[in-house]
C-alpha cells in the first residue's frame, strides 16, 4: 500500500512540475512557437494527473484484495463489510475486482451487487478524463506543428 501511495505522489508531483511549465508560457521569454510549446506542456499535465489518479485506484483496488483471505476476519472481504450496515451485507457470498475500469464490488448470494467504495467512480472518470484530454491536445500539438509546416512551405 505505502508503494502505492509512493507512485501515486511521485505522478502528482510530476503533474505539478508540468503544470508549473504550462503556467510559465504566461511570461515573457516563451519558446515560440508558443501554442504548440503550451499544448504539449498542458498534454504532459494532464497525462501525469491522469497516472496519479489512476494509480491511487489501482492500489486501492489491490489492497482490498490482498485483504481477502489474509488472516482472522478476511472473508468475505473487509472492504464488503467495513462501514456497511448488516441488512447490506446480509448474504454476502464473493467479491470481484477490476482494475480497469477501477472496481471492488461485493456480490450477494440472490446474485445483486453493491459497490464496496463510491470513490472508484470519480477515479474512473477522471482518470479517462485526463488521459482524453492529453491525447487530444497531443494530437493537437502534432496538428499545429503540421499546419505550420505546410503554411512555411507555401509561402514563396
Not at 494527473?49 to 489492497?63: E, P, Q
Not at 492529453?134 to 509546416?149: D, N, P, S, V
Amino acid at each position: 500500500m505505502l508503494v502505492g501511495l509512493g507512485v501515486s505522489a511521485a505522478c502528482a508531483v510530476a503533474a505539478l512540475v508540468a503544470a508549473a511549465g504550462t503556467a510559465a508560457m504566461a511570461f515573457p521569454g516563451r519558446p515560440e512557437p508558443w501554442p504548440v510549446h503550451l499544448m504539449r506542456r498542458a498534454a504532459a499535465t494532464a497525462a501525469w494527473a491522469a497516472a496519479a489518479v489512476y494509480c491511487l485506484g489501482f492500489f486501492a483496488v489491490l489492497a482490498s484484495e490482498s485483504a481477502f483471505n489474509d488472516g482472522a476476519n478476511s472473508v468475505p472481504a473487509p472492504a464488503c463489510l467495513d462501514g456497511f450496515d448488516p441488512a447490506t451485507i446480509q448474504g454476502l457470498t464473493h467479491h470481484r475486482s477490476s482494475y480497469l475500469p477501477l472496481r471492488f464490488d461485493c456480490v450477494r448470494d440472490d446474485g445483486s451487487v453493491y459497490a464496496s467504495d463510491s470513490a472508484y467512480v470519480w477515479m474512473n472518470w477522471s482518470s479517462a478524463f485526463l488521459a482524453l484530454s492529453a491525447a487530444l491536445l497531443a494530437i493537437g500539438a502534432g496538428y499545429a506543428t503540421e499546419f505550420r509546416a505546410r503554411k512555411a512551405a507555401a509561402t514563396p
